[in-house]
């Protein structure tokens, strides 16, 4: 991000504060000249700008007219709230303005930084049959960075959000053709829970029953029409945030820790539904075990370290290898699952064998002295009465690879 801001105190504290929270990069400059320099030698490097309203060479605002010249979202500080100063602001198409009159000041735009770094991760539908409306809640949106879909009733609406399962947030009004707020939000929560998707309701503040009725049938949070532009943006960045933490707690829950993989109850939760799909006939699968070969020598000779080294090499090769179809998990200690889908069942024995040369072409190095790195896998195609018999296949099959002289792929 580009910082400007006379203040070196100021300046510190947001720096270190965006650090802590993200880790994100700043640039500093304390001068409309030194931020003149920065833009003019690469602009392209920054996505956000926090300006000081008030700088000594640029006491007017004039920082403002360069920064929106290079094209980035704008957060104005000031040193003090001035109502009709912050509505030209607004006018003007700056993403915050915000007061820096303390630590509380200094900590919101920090969050308020991480949280546009992050914001092109999130697409926001728009639902309301006014276009002007619709436009105008989309320039909002686009100047915090979000990705926007409109539709301009509730089926459309209900349509775009199965079309597109990326959709994070829903705006939607009340008064549509065709199937209005209410009945779409509604069908909208039999698709998604309110872990997965949030929901916006927007309504007239002469209608105030409307909201609650919202509310009850499955809006996560609602807005009285008219809003301020501030209410707009603190409502919808906290339902971003909210969905953004539980998603982040429940991937940790579903991760091993060391390697970043899924872990065996994910696995297991997830891969049991590719078996009922396979064994409908819907798709063909393989499930395969994989088995670092030797590895209690690597970590008695080289230490756990290494040993931990390699395991990560390994899940990072199985994952990029897998290309997105399917699943990888850690299952414990050295040992990898991976279910994957096929087109044939020929096919499983050519992508194992991929991975297992991927996997020995690991360039692991200990002191300048390359360390061997192989795996033994196990797999099958067929898939038996349960996903449970797949495993153990894939099992005896890593068992036979081993005893045949390791670094081998076995399909039973």
């Not at 008030?54 to 920082?63: Q, V």
């Not at 030209?88 to 546009?116: F, H, N, P, Q, W």
């Not at 349509?159 to 707020?181: E, F, S, T």
């Not at 940790?252 to 997830?270: I, K, Q, S």
């Amino acid at each position: 991000m580009l910082l400007v801001e006379d203040s070196r105190a100021i300046a510190t504290v947001l720096s270190a504060r965006i650090n802590a929270l993200d880790g994100l990069a700043c640039d500093h400059a304390d001068s409309y000249a030194a931020a003149q320099a920065l833009l003019r030698n690469d602009a392209g490097r920054y996505f956000v700008a926090v300006l000081d309203l008030n700088l000594p060479d640029a006491p007017d605002g004039e920082i403002i007219d360069l920064v929106e010249q290079a094209g980035l979202p704008i957060i104005v500080l000031t040193g003090n709230l001035d109502e009709a100063l912050r509505d030209r602001m607004y006018e003007r198409g700056v993403a915050d303005y915000v007061v820096k009159d303390s630590l509380v000041g200094i900590d919101y735009v920090a969050r308020l930084v991480t949280r546009l770094a992050h914001s092109h991760e999130a697409r926001i539908l728009v639902v309301d049959d006014t276009r002007a409306f619709r436009d105008y809640l989309t320039s909002l949106l686009q100047q915090h960075g979000y990705a926007t879909v409109t539709a301009s009733d509730g089926e459309a609406g209900l349509a775009a959000l199965q079309q597109q399962p990326d959709i994070n947030l829903v705006i939607a009004d009340y008064n549509m053709p065709k199937m209005d707020g209410l009945t779409m939000v509604s069908e909208m929560r039999k698709l998604r829970s309110h872990d997965e998707l949030a929901i916006v309701a927007i309504s007239d503040s002469t209608k105030p029953g409307v909201l609650a009725r919202f509310l009850k049938g499955g809006a996560s949070d609602y807005l009285h029409k008219p809003f301020a532009i501030e209410e707009f943006y603190c409502r919808i960045d906290q339902n971003i945030d909210m969905l953004r933490s539980v998603r982040r707690a429940r991937d940790l829950a579903n991760r091993d820790f060391l390697t970043g993989l899924y872990n065996r109850r994910y696995f297991f939760e997830h891969a049991e539904r590719m078996h009922r799909s396979a064994l409908d006939g819907e798709m063909k699968m393989v499930v395969a075990m994989v088995d670092a070969d030797h590895f209690k020598r690597i970590n008695d000779q080289f230490g756990h370290q290494l040993g931990d080294k390699a395991l990560v090499a390994i899940a990072t090769t199985l994952r990029d290898a897998l290309e997105g179809r399917g699943l990888v998990a850690r299952f414990g200690g050295e040992e990898f699952v991976i279910a994957r889908t096929i087109a044939k069942p020929d096919e499983a024995s050519r992508c194992l064998e991929d991975i297992r040369q991927r996997i020995g072409a690991i360039a692991l190095q200990h002191d300048g002295r390359l360390v061997p790195l192989t795996v033994s896998i196990g797999a099958t195609h067929k898939l038996g009465v349960s996903l449970d018999d797949m495993l153990h296949r894939a099992d005896l099959a890593v068992y036979d690879a081993k005893s045949a002289g390791r670094d081998r792929v076995v399909v039973r």
